[in-house]
């Protein structure tokens, strides 16, 4: 098995497994590889940042979205059909998905969640077994015997295992027989009716309906769009009256917009340029550098092999070696071994049936990025929290800001006595803390007097600024020094730094603070000491944000 190989094995063992950090040794029993290789996969996917570890444990960074985003870059349908999934979603009120054909699974590229009920909820990039959902029947009514072959095989258990969303087990458990019986009905009269119902094939309470989008050219199900709802809200029959008609109309004007895009999003079709050439947005990471001081605990070919993929997010409609080559810098002969490789793995393939032109599949958003989309702020920021409370020995936190007050997202303290009672959610007002100063004196000027303005600015400790002249003064200062410091203002023997976070726009978005007690840390010794600490966690935090963009959980509300 070559190192790449390796390597894939050991990243799709961490997808899958159910914790968020995993040790190397559950790595072992998972991958049936041995300690020596996963360390040495490890240290090398920790080196490219496609890991973080705590000394212990590993999990997935941010950066790992880039394998997604190569291939939802390169097929462009998010770009393109999500305004037309907002728009139904807002027209019938209900959760909205698009999900691509993925072998015998379908594949969501795009989730416009609605939900009110406890339901299971999927992101962009989540699997699911055809035979459960609504997508699965449409999908599945244009499958080749080889690939209809290939699910009855996976429901017998005696096929190549896949990666689905870890689904509650089918209600009262129907033999393989009963299961493939049923589903060929379903995925027959989908292609009858040109709409296909899951009522609560998922789990109680959850039904949906979906219709094709068809590429106009051949008439291939390139996508399904679904809408999902509730059985409190819904019958199956009910959601049908009430779906069925906008959905059709939707899929149509989506039919629409991809031949106006003129997208690749399948193997086998002719080169079309799609709206020109997207250029990598960020200079590729070092290859072959880290090898000179990691030596043997550095796999040079799996550190080339992932730069190769994440290359072929740099284009639309597909790569040629030579192209690749260029863009990651290696060697012909190394490019072409990647590509084979990536190509055997099921994340790669050929978009010409010359087999010049190489693009990803959708099966590479279960290299990390199904699972970090689900994130939130507070699980992106806490490793961060940890880290830097461990070097100050002090409590730190981060903040964003809610009206006149910050409201703390996350939270590590330290076990010291004396601790303000602060958890997620904590509100304070911003003018007398360091992350509400922080925050305010990130907004435009004439925002930050209007928030002033609102703010009955009162003294909570003796020392408490409540001069609005003052204060305005001090923020001016805070946004030219990049951190505030504020000595007891909020409560007497609490002083607190805080340096600003911002997103992939360079706009402030969060605080981060230490909290220290007042009668044991100088603040000539805050400065010193603490100041470097903080606003380097405030910048490591930033360029999360920044790889994750908009995709965190909750960040659009
Ligand atoms: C979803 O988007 O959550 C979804 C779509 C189709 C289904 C089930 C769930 O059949």
Same mark, same amino acid.
């Not at 009905?185 to 040109?194: C, D, H, L, Y």
């Given at each position: 098995m070559a190192p790449l190989e390796r390597g894939l094995a050991v990243l799709r063992a961490i997808c899958a497994s159910p914790d968020d950090a995993v040790r190397p040794g559950d790595l072992v029993r998972e991958t049936g590889l041995a300690r020596s290789t996963v360390d040495r996969v490890l240290s090398t996917l920790t080196r490219l940042d496609f890991l973080r570890s705590d000394g212990r444990a590993f999990s997935l960074a941010p950066r790992a979205m880039q394998f997604g985003d190569a291939y939802l870059a390169v097929c462009g349908l998010s770009e393109v059909l999500e305004p037309l999934a907002v728009r139904l979603a807002d027209e019938l009120d209900e959760s909205v998905s698009v999900a691509v054909p993925d072998g015998d699974g379908v594949r969501f590229v795009i989730q416009i969640p609605r939900r009110r009920t406890m339901t299971l909820s999927f992101r962009v990039g989540d699997l699911l077994p055809a035979e459960r959902c609504a997508p699965g029947a449409l999908f599945a009514a244009q499958w080749s015997a080889e @690939?209809?072959?290939?699910?009855?095989? +996976?429901? =017998?258990?005696? #096929? $190549?295992?896949?990666?689905?969303? $870890?689904?509650?087990?089918?209600?009262?458990?129907?033999?393989? @027989?009963? =299961?493939?019986?049923?589903? %060929?009905?379903?995925?027959?009269?989908?292609?009858?009716? #040109?709409?296909?119902?899951? %009522? @609560?094939? !998922?789990?109680? #309470?959850? !039904?949906? !309906?979906? *219709? $094709?989008?068809?590429?106009?050219?051949?008439? +291939?199900?390139?996508?399904? *769009?679904?809408?999902?709802?509730?059985?409190? +809200?819904?019958?199956?029959d009910s959601l049908r009256e009430h779906a069925l008609g906008r959905l059709r109309e939707t899929a149509a004007r989506m039919q629409e917009a991809l031949t106006g895009s003129r997208l690749q999003t399948e193997p086998h079709r002719a080169s079309g340029s799609g709206p020109g050439p997207r250029v990598a947005s960020s200079a590729p990471a070092p290859i072959d550098e880290p090898k000179r001081d990691l030596g043997p605990h550095y796999l040079r070919s799996l550190a080339r092999g992932l730069a190769v993929l994440v290359a072929l997010g740099s284009k639309r409609g597909g790569m040629t070696l030579s192209a690749v080559a260029d863009v990651t810098g290696l060697p012909r002969a190394t490019a072409r071994r990647a590509l084979i490789t990536l190509r055997e793995q099921g994340y790669v393939d050929c978009l010409d049936p010359e087999g010049r032109l190489f693009a990803p599949l959708p099966s590479v958003l279960e290299l990390g990025y199904a699972r970090l989309c689900g994130r939130t702020v507070e699980d992106l920021v806490r490793p961060h929290l940890l880290e830097l409370s461990r070097q100050v020995h002090e409590s730190a936190s981060v903040a964003v800001l809610r009206g006149s007050e910050i409201s703390y997202v996350a939270r590590v303290a330290t076990s010291r006595i004396m601790q303000a009672a602060i958890t997620v959610g904590t509100r304070f007002p911003a003018y007398a803390t360091s992350m509400g100063r922080v925050l305010l004196a990130g907004l435009p000027e004439a925002e930050r007097e209007a928030r002033i303005a609102a703010t009955d600015l009162r003294a909570l400790t003796r020392f408490t600024v409540t001069d609005p002249v003052v204060l305005a003064e001090t923020l001016r200062r805070v946004a030219a020094d990049g951190y505030a410091l504020v000595d007891q203002e909020l409560e007497e023997g609490l002083r607190s730094m805080a340096a600003p976070v911002r997103d992939h726009r360079g706009r402030v978005v969060a605080a981060v603070n230490v909290s220290m007690h007042a009668g044991r840390v100088e603040a000539d010794h805050a400065r010193e000491v603490i100041l470097p600490a903080l606003t380097a966690t405030a910048a490591r935090i930033s360029a999360d944000l920044a790889a994750m963009g908009d995709r965190l959980d909750g960040a659009a509300a």
């Open positions: @690939q209809r072959a290939r699910w009855s095989r +996976r429901l =017998v258990g005696s #096929g $190549p295992p896949r990666m689905f969303f $870890p689904l509650p087990p089918a209600p009262d458990g129907p033999t393989p @027989q009963e =299961v493939e019986s049923a589903f %060929d009905e379903r995925a027959n009269a989908a292609a009858k009716e #040109g709409w296909a119902l899951d %009522d @609560q094939l !998922i789990e109680p #309470g959850l !039904i949906a !309906i979906a *219709v $094709p989008v068809l590429d106009r050219a051949d008439g +291939r199900v390139v996508a399904a *769009v679904s809408v999902v709802s509730h059985s409190s +809200r819904h019958s199956a």
